[in-house]
C-alpha cells in the first residue's frame, strides 16, 4: 500500500508562493511517475503536475510557468513549487503515483489527506 503524507499548504495572497512536499514510501517512489493533484470545492480531482523516475515533467496548461514539480530520491520526496498564485488556484492538493491519478483519480479511498491551499485575492 502506497503512503503518502503531504504537507505545505496554507492561506496566500494572490501573487504569492507556496512550496508543497509529499513524503512517498521509498517502494513505491523510485519506480513510479508521480504527480500533483487538486480538487476545488464542486470540482473533480484534476492533474497538476507529473514528474518521471529519470525526472521528465509535464504540467497542466493552467499552472505551466507559474509551478514547477521535482523530486529528491534520497528522501523519497515530491515537491510543487507554486508561485504566481492565483485565486483559482485555491484547492486541495494531493499527490499520488500518476498511475492512480489516471485510473482512481476520483476514488477517495486511494488518495491521502491532502492539504489545503487558499489564495486571497
Known amino acids: 500500500q502506497v503512503q503518502l503524507l503531504e504537507s505545505g499548504g496554507g492561506l496566500v495572497q494572490a501573487g504569492g508562493s507556496l512550496r508543497l512536499s509529499c513524503v512517498v514510501s521509498r517502494n513505491i517512489f523510485t519506480m513510479n511517475s508521480m504527480g500533483w493533484y487538486r480538487r476545488s470545492p464542486g470540482k473533480q480531482r484534476e492533474f497538476v503536475a507529473e514528474?518521471?523516475?529519470?525526472?521528465?515533467?509535464y504540467y497542466a496548461d493552467s499552472v505551466k510557468g507559474r509551478f514547477t514539480i521535482s523530486r529528491d530520491n534520497d528522501k523519497s520526496t515530491v515537491y510543487l513549487q507554486m508561485n504566481s498564485l492565483r485565486p483559482e488556484d485555491t484547492a486541495v492538493y494531493y499527490c499520488?503515483?500518476?498511475?492512480?491519478?489516471?485510473?482512481?483519480?476520483?476514488?477517495?479511498?486511494?488518495w491521502g489527506q491532502g492539504t489545503q491551499v487558499t489564495v486571497s485575492s
Open positions: 499520488n503515483t500518476v498511475y492512480t491519478g489516471t485510473y482512481y483519480g476520483q476514488n477517495d479511498d486511494s
Open positions: 514528474i518521471t523516475p529519470r525526472g521528465h515533467t
